[in-house]
C-alpha cells in the first residue's frame, strides 16, 4: 500500500473508489428531546478512511465512529448530551464556538474536572446562535484524542432557515495513515511535529469517508456547511465552475458574497457555510478540490441524469443575525498577546509552574517549545480580567515562523485591519501568519473562566494556552 497525501488520489470523472452518495435532505434533529439525553459514548472502533479495497483504521470516536453522530437543534433549543468515556484515558466535550455556559464549555481543570475512564458527565446548555459548530475533547494534549477521530458537529437551524434544496455537511479531517492501513500512532507527540507546523496528516478525509459524493439536480441550489477539524493543516479548498456565496463564518452570518476564483482557506477548527447554485447539464460534475499543493479532488456534486430546473435568479438572501454583542469601535483597552517559540526561533526561556526555565529543560523535560508572553502552558493569573460587558481588544503578536489558529471561547470577535476598522463577519478562531500581527474585539459579556489558545493543537499542548476571566 502506497500513501501520499498529495498523490494517492488521481480523480477522474466516473471513477472514484469508494464514493458515497451524501444523504440529503438532513432530518431536522438528530437528538432527543429532553428528558431523554443523547447519549455520546467516547470508545474504540473502527473507519473505513481508505478506499473500500483497502483496510478498515482503528479509531477512538462517539459511539466508534468517524465522525461522531450529527447532532441538530433549532435555535434557543436545550442540549441535552451524557458523555460516557470508554476510553483508557481522561476526556470532556468541548462545544466548539457556541457562546455556552461556562461549567458546560468542557475545558478540564478550567471549567469542569476531566471525565475519568468508566465516568459520565452531563452536557446542559442552551444554543443561542444558528449556525454550524463542532465538538471534540478538550483536555491537556487534546491533539491525540482529535487525531484519532475523535469529533462530530452540532448544527442548529435558524428559525426560517434559507429557501436551499440541500443542506450538507463536508467535515473535513486529515489523517496520518501508516503503510499498514492504520493511524500513525508511534508519531503521536512528536515534539518535531510540535515545534514546527503540528501533526499534518497524509490521507484527507471528507465526513470520515475516502470521498463523498453529493447528489442533485441540475438547478438545485445547495448549503454548504464546510469544517476542517484537521490537528494543524491549514485546508485551500477550490470549487471549480461552483462559483458559491461565502454566507456565514463560524457559525455567524455575514452579508452573502461570492468566494470568487481564489481558493477558500480554512484553518484548524475553522468553519464556512457557502450556497451554490448548481448550474449545468443534467449528469455533470462539479468537482471540490484541495489545492494548498498538488490539486486533488476531496468531494464533488454529481447531477442527476434526469431534466433538472432553471437556475435561481436571486441571490440567496442574509442569514438572520445572532444576538451576538460586538464593539461599536475598536476598544480603548488592548490586551497584547506575544506568541513566541518553535523551530528556527528557539524559546530561549520562558515562565512555567511560577517558575523561569531556560529553552531546553523546558523542552526536554516538559515538552514545550511555544510560549504566550513569554509563559509556557496554562499561566495562574489569567490573560486579562474584564467586567461583564466590558470591550477588549486583544492584539495578536506571532513573533514565530509558523501559522497559529487562535481559538477564543465562550465569545465570538471581530478582526480589525490596519487601520483599525472591523472587517466583515465575527469568528472564534483566527489564523495569524507567521511574523505578523492581527488585533481583535469582542464584549466580554459571558461570565466565566475562558481559554485562548492556538488550534493547531500540538502548539497548544507545546505551550500555547492561556485564558481570561469575565467577572459579573
Not at 432557515?161 to 450538507?168: A, C, E, G, L, S
Not at 478562531?429 to 500581527?437: G, H, I, L, S, Y
Amino acid at each position: 500500500m502506497s500513501i501520499d497525501f498529495l498523490s494517492r488520489r488521481s480523480f477522474v470523472a466516473g471513477t472514484t473508489a469508494g464514493a458515497a452518495a451524501l444523504t440529503l435532505g438532513l432530518p431536522r434533529r438528530l437528538l432527543a428531546a429532553p428528558p431523554g439525553p443523547l447519549v455520546l459514548e467516547a470508545r474504540p472502533g473502527t473507519a473505513q478512511l481508505l478506499t473500500t479495497e483497502e483496510p478498515a483504521t482503528a479509531i477512538w470516536g462517539y459511539q466508534g465512529g468517524a465522525p461522531g453522530p450529527l447532532i441538530r437543534a433549532r435555535q434557543g433549543d436545550e442540549v441535552a448530551v451524557t458523555l460516557t468515556n470508554r476510553l483508557e484515558v481522561p476526556t470532556t466535550i468541548h462545544w466548539h464556538g457556541i457562546r455556552i455556559e461556562n461549567a458546560m464549555d468542557g475545558v478540564a481543570h478550567l471549567t469542569q474536572a476531566p471525565v475519568q475512564p468508566g465516568e459520565r458527565f452531563d452536557y446542559r446548555f442552551t444554543v443561542p446562535d444558528a449556525g454550524t459548530f463542532w465538538y471534540h475533547p478538550h483536555v491537556h494534549g487534546s491533539g491525540p484524542q482529535v487525531d484519532r477521530g475523535l469529533s462530530g458537529l452540532l448544527i442548529v437551524d435558524e428559525a426560517t432557515p434559507p429557501d436551499v434544496d440541500h443542506d450538507v455537511v463536508l467535515q473535513f479531517d486529515d489523517w496520518r495513515i501508516g503503510q499498514d492501513g492504520q493511524i500513525d500512532t508511534a508519531s503521536i507527540g512528536n515534539l518535531h511535529d510540535a515545534a514546527h507546523a503540528g501533526r499534518l496528516g497524509n490521507v484527507l478525509t471528507v465526513n470520515g469517508k475516502d470521498f463523498e459524493t453529493v447528489a442533485a439536480k441540475a438547478g438545485d441550489r445547495v448549503r454548504l456547511r464546510v469544517v476542517s477539524s484537521c490537528n494543524a493543516r491549514i485546508l485551500q479548498l477550490g470549487f471549480g465552475d461552483l462559483d458559491p456565496w461565502i454566507v456565514a463564518l463560524d457559525g455567524q452570518p455575514v452579508a452573502p458574497h461570492r468566494l470568487g476564483a481564489g481558493p477558500l482557506i480554512l484553518g484548524p477548527a475553522q468553519r464556512v457555510d457557502l450556497i451554490a447554485d448548481v448550474v449545468g447539464e443534467p449528469g455533470g460534475r462539479f468537482p471540490i478540490a484541495e489545492v494548498s499543493g498538488e490539486p486533488f479532488e476531496a468531494t464533488a456534486i454529481v447531477l442527476d441524469a434526469g431534466e433538472g430546473s432553471a437556475p435561481r435568479a436571486d441571490p440567496p438572501p442574509a442569514l438572520s443575525a445572532n444576538p451576538v454583542s460586538v464593539p461599536s469601535a475598536k476598544p480603548e483597552r488592548t490586551v497584547d498577546l506575544v506568541m513566541s517559540g518553535g523551530a528556527m526561533a528557539f524559546l530561549q526561556e520562558a515562565r512555567f509552574e511560577g517558575e523561569v526555565l531556560d529553552g531546553r529543560t523546558l523542552a526536554t523535560e516538559h515538552g514545550l517549545v511555544w510560549a504566550l508572553n513569554g509563559v509556557a502552558g496554562m499561566p495562574e493569573k489569567p490573560l486579562f480580567s474584564a467586567r461583564i460587558g466590558e470591550p477588549v481588544a486583544v492584539r495578536m503578536v506571532n513573533d514565530t515562523l509558523f501559522p497559529h489558529s487562535m481559538h477564543v471561547h465562550g465569545h465570538h470577535f471581530v478582526i480589525y485591519d490596519d487601520a483599525g476598522a472591523p472587517l466583515p463577519g465575527l469568528r472564534d478562531t483566527v489564523t495569524v501568519d507567521p511574523r505578523a500581527e492581527t488585533t481583535i474585539g469582542l464584549i466580554a459579556d459571558n461570565p466565566g473562566k475562558w481559554m485562548i489558545h492556538c488550534h493547531m493543537l500540538e502548539h497548544q499542548a507545546a505551550g500555547m494556552e492561556t485564558w481570561f476571566e469575565v467577572l459579573i
